[in-house]
């Protein structure tokens, strides 16, 4: 463990310990079995286990988006969970499901995500009031991934959507599509 000066206050180095145990403890989690941190995360992230507090909700995807140390195969495991998470849920809680997605940076993850997000605004669609977010939250998600055709794929198919959620016209998605 790193050792500060005693010259600083008290509080400072009562954070600084902790801190120091928390990267020690993340550190330590991260090398779990792959099966405990899928379980872990899956309990926590998974809507039809239990219906999860958003307050607990929102710190899980804070630490999954704070932390540096994760490896992509745990956000992998949970990527089915996050991507609903992404579409889903309130303004807030799908950007830190986003910004944990673009974590993964093989190329062949993110267009499985893509594919899943396509999917998952199918099956939206066909509800018959479908809701209008998960279109513009699944835009921003694609844009995020910088998957280009699948995001031209879904402006293409969801324009109407995506305009009623945001207000995004035409232009703007077209500029969307240009700046991957």
Known sequence: MIEFSEEHSKTWLELMAVYQDYRFKIFNWVKE??????????????PHLLKRD??????????????????????LSVFEELTQIALQEQEEVAAYARITLKKIRRCSERIKIADYVLMLAAVEEK?????????????????????????????????????????????????????I
């Open 127 to 179: 509800q018959e009031k479908p809701d209008c977010d998960i279109f513009h939250n699944g835009c921003m998600l694609l844009f995020d991934l910088g998957c280009k055709e699948h995001l031209k794929q879904f402006i293409d198919k969801y324009r109407g959507l995506i305009y009623s959620a945001s207000g995004l016209d035409e232009e703007d998605l077209n500029e969307l599509v240009e700046s």
């Open 54 to 75: 958003l307050h607990k909700r929102l710190l899980v995807l804070d630490f999954l988006r704070s932390t540096d140390m994760w490896d992509e195969n745990a956000i």
């Open 33 to 46: 079995n792959p099966d405990v941190k899928y379980l872990d995360l899956y309990i926590e992230l998974s």
